[in-house]
């Protein structure tokens, strides 16, 4: 038994481990079923009144699993069983910058099958699409060692986020050897207020029809990073991701990549 939140379950279509939030999203808008590791019970995702996402049994986990929730009272009936607290789950690190791949549709599947597929996989390999942000925020907190072992697919390559970060400066001053489509680029930048708007500037530059050129994103009011420069940040970093950052009508500097939940760029403080 156990008073914590259960945050991942097996996912029958994707053949992967899934976390709660994800399931939480999808529910709506996908036919997808999910089922306990342990006892392989069907299980639903939910959300805490602290906002955390995690899985639920409807008809309950199978007594002397360890996701069944500890009773409160020894006398409450089995359908009584509840969570005495809500601790804050360790954030899930994203497996996927994007959306996860299609799933292929299969018939339910019998406990054999259940039990066949969640002993086949590996309880600490999560799938969970993240945001840029999401993504650029994991890779900040990790150590060295992390990054070089953590998975992290961009687009259908499957990398670390170690081999899935890389530096602007590396490009030599060449804006197609950038490779932001494929990987999440970074390096250091600058920043100046400017009519209301804060404008974050590349230190590295490329050619472009013999003209040096820094690659410059603009932060406005309301941006996720607008507080975050507001609060008097000189020297920052750029990370960018998405197509190659192409020059503004007066080829004076380069616009970074369309701004999605992602693509585009997130802004860090520098170390």
């Known amino acids: 038994m156990t008073d914590e939140l259960m945050v991942s379950a097996v996912c029958w279509e994707l053949d992967a481990a899934v976390s709660a939030s994800f ?6 808008t996908e036919n997808l079923l999910f089922f306990c590791p342990e006892c ?37 009936p ?21 959306a996860l791949p299609k799933h292929r549709k299969k018939s339910k599947p019998s406990m054999s099958e259940r039990q066949a597929l969640a002993e086949r996989l590996q309880p600490s390999v999560v799938l969970h699409p993240g945001t840029l942000r999401e993504v650029v925020d994991a890779w900040s907190t990790m150590s060295m060692g992390d990054r070089k072992t953590r998975p992290l697919t961009v687009g259908n390559t499957q990398l670390t986020y170690f081999d899935a970060f890389d530096l602007l400066n590396r490009a030599g001053g060449d804006i197609s050897a950038l490779g932001c489509a494929g990987a999440v680029v970074f390096g250091p930048a600058s920043v100046n207020l400017y009519g209301g708007s804060f404008y974050v500037t590349s230190w590295s530059k490329f050619n472009i029809g013999g003209k040096a050129l820094a690659i410059k994103a603009r932060v406005r009011p309301g941006d996720p990073d607008f507080d975050l420069l507001e609060d008097g940040q000189k020297g920052v970093v750029i990370f960018l991701h998405g197509a190659t950052p192409t020059p503004n009508p007066q080829v004076s500097y ?8 992602h693509t585009g760029f997130v802004i860090k403080k520098a170390e």
């Not at 906002?51 to 020894?74: I, M, V, W, Y």
Request: hydrophobic share 35%.
């Open 40 to 76: 392989l019970v069907d299980v639903a995702a939910s959300i805490s009144t602290r906002k955390n996402f995690f899985f639920k049994a409807p008809k309950l986990h199978r007594p002397g699993c360890k996701h069944e929730k500890r009773q409160t009272d020894s006398n409450l």
């Open 78 to 98: 089995a359908r009584d069983l509840v969570d005495r607290h809500s601790p804050q789950p360790d954030p899930i690190i994203p497996s996927h910058l994007g």
């Open 23 to 28: 399931a939480h999203t999808v529910k709506v």
């Open 254 to 261: 380069l616009l970074p990549p369309t701004v999605t939940p």
